[in-house]
C-alpha cells in the first residue's frame, strides 16, 4: 500500500476528482441535509423496533435494514467528507482512514442498492405470492434466509475487496476519498463483479420490478374489481415504486456512464457528469427516512399519537 499526502493542484486532476461546486457549497448542501435525514432515521428506526405491530411487518424489515445501513453513511462517510470539504484534507492521514472511508462509500452504498433490489422481488411476492410467507418455515426461507445471505456477502466481499486487495492502494489524502477510489476497481474480476453484478444489475432489477408490478396490479385491478385486495395492493405499490423511484434517477444516468467507461469510452468524455450523479447518489441516503416515512401512513400514525401523549404530558395543568 502507497501513501501519497503530497498536494496536486494540478486542474486536470481535480476535474478527474471534483465536481465543479465549491467545496465550501458542497459542505453546507450536505450538513443541512444529513442532520435532519439522521433524525428522522432514529426516530422511524425507534417506532419500528419498539413498536410489535411494525416490527412484526415483513414489509418493514427491509426498511429497517436500509435505514441502519444508511445511518452508517451518514455518521461515518458523511462527516468524513464535511471534514474533507472544510480543511482540504482527509484526517488522521493514516490508510486505516481511508479503508473504513472506502468501505462505508463503496461497500455500504452498495449494500443498500443489492439489499433494495431484493427487496423490490420480496414486495412482488408479497403482493401476488404471499403463499410463501404463510408458515413460519417459508418465512424463514423465502424472507429471513435471503437477506443474512446478502448481508454475508456484502461484509465479506467488500472486506476482501478493499481491505484485503490483489493490488495495491494509493493514498492521497489531498483528494476526496483519499483519490477517489480503491484499486480493486481497477481489478479484471472484483471490479467486474461489483460493476456489474453489485450494482448495475441490481439497479436493472430494481427498474424491471418495479415496471412488472405496476403493469400486473393494473391489470388484476381491471380483471378482479375487488375493492379491498386492490386498497391493499395499491398501498404495497405506492411503498415500492416511492422507494424505487429514489434508488433508480441518480442511479441510472451513473450506471450508464460506468457501463460505457467498461466499453471503451474514455475517461475524458462525460467526467463531470459521471462525478455529479456520483454526488447525487449522497441524496438517496438522505432522502429515503423521508420517502419511508411519508409512504407509510400506519407508521405516521404511530408517531402523531407518540408525539400527542408525550405533549399532553409535558403541557401544565
Keep these: 500500500m502507497v501513501a501519497n499526502d503530497s498536494f496536486n493542484d494540478d486542474p486536470n486532476l481535480l476535474e478527474y476528482t471534483e465536481i465543479n461546486i465549491p467545496r465550501s457549497v458542497r459542505f453546507y448542501i450536505?450538513?443541512?441535509?444529513?442532520?435532519?435525514?439522521?433524525?428522522?432515521?432514529?426516530v422511524l428506526l425507534f417506532h419500528l423496533l419498539l413498536i410489535k405491530t411494525l416490527r412484526n411487518q415483513l414489509i418493514n424489515h427491509v426498511m429497517i435494514i436500509l435505514?441502519?445501513?444508511?445511518?452508517?453513511i451518514q455518521l461515518i462517510d458523511v462527516p468524513l467528507y464535511l471534514h474533507f470539504l472544510r480543511t482540504?484534507?482527509?484526517?488522521p492521514s493514516i490508510p486505516s482512514t481511508c479503508l473504513i472511508w472506502w468501505f462505508i462509500d463503496y461497500g455500504l452504498y452498495s449494500g443498500c442498492t443489492i439489499i433494495m433490489a431484493w427487496g423490490s422481488i420480496q414486495r412482488y411476492l408479497l403482493i401476488f405470492y404471499d403463499r410463501f410467507f404463510i408458515t413460519q418455515r417459508r418465512r424463514l426461507i423465502f424472507h429471513y434466509l435471503p437477506f443474512v445471505i446478502l448481508l454475508v456477502y456484502i461484509f465479506v466481499f467488500y472486506l476482501i475487496a478493499?481491505?484485503?486487495p490483489p493490488c495495491e492502494n494509493v493514498y492521497n489524502y489531498r483528494l476526496p476519498l483519499c483519490n477517489e477510489f480503491p484499486c480493486y476497481l481497477n481489478d479484471t474480476a472484483l471490479g467486474t463483479i461489483d460493476t456489474i453484478v453489485n450494482n448495475i444489475s441490481t439497479t436493472f432489477m430494481i427498474s424491471l420490478t418495479s415496471l412488472?408490478?405496476?403493469?400486473?396490479?393494473?391489470?388484476r385491478k381491471r380483471r378482479l374489481h375487488q375493492v379491498n385486495i386492490w386498497r391493499k395492493?395499491?398501498?404495497?405499490?405506492?411503498q415500492l415504486l416511492c422507494n424505487s423511484i429514489l434508488y433508480i434517477i441518480p442511479n441510472i444516468p451513473f450506471n450508464i456512464l460506468?457501463?460505457?467507461?467498461?466499453?471503451g469510452l474514455p475517461k475524458s468524455i462525460g467526467i463531470q457528469?459521471?462525478?455529479?450523479?456520483?454526488?447525487?447518489?449522497?441524496?438517496?441516503?438522505?432522502?429515503?427516512?423521508?420517502?419511508?416515512?411519508?409512504?407509510?401512513?400506519?407508521?405516521?400514525?404511530k408517531i402523531s399519537l407518540r408525539r400527542c401523549r408525550l405533549t399532553a404530558l409535558v403541557e401544565p395543568r
Design 273 to 301: 457528469a459521471e462525478l455529479y450523479a456520483d454526488f447525487a447518489l449522497y441524496f438517496v441516503t438522505f432522502l429515503y427516512p423521508f420517502v419511508c416515512l411519508a409512504s407509510q401512513s400506519e407508521l405516521r400514525k
Design 67 to 72: 435505514l441502519l445501513l444508511g445511518l452508517y
Design 212 to 219: 412488472i408490478l405496476v403493469v400486473r396490479v393494473y391489470y
Design 88 to 91: 482540504n484534507i482527509v484526517e
Design 258 to 263: 460506468v457501463f460505457a467507461r467498461i466499453c
Design 233 to 238: 395492493q395499491r398501498k404495497m405499490t405506492i
Design 30 to 42: 450536505l450538513l443541512l441535509f444529513d442532520i435532519p435525514s439522521i433524525a428522522c432515521s432514529f
Design 162 to 164: 478493499i481491505v484485503f
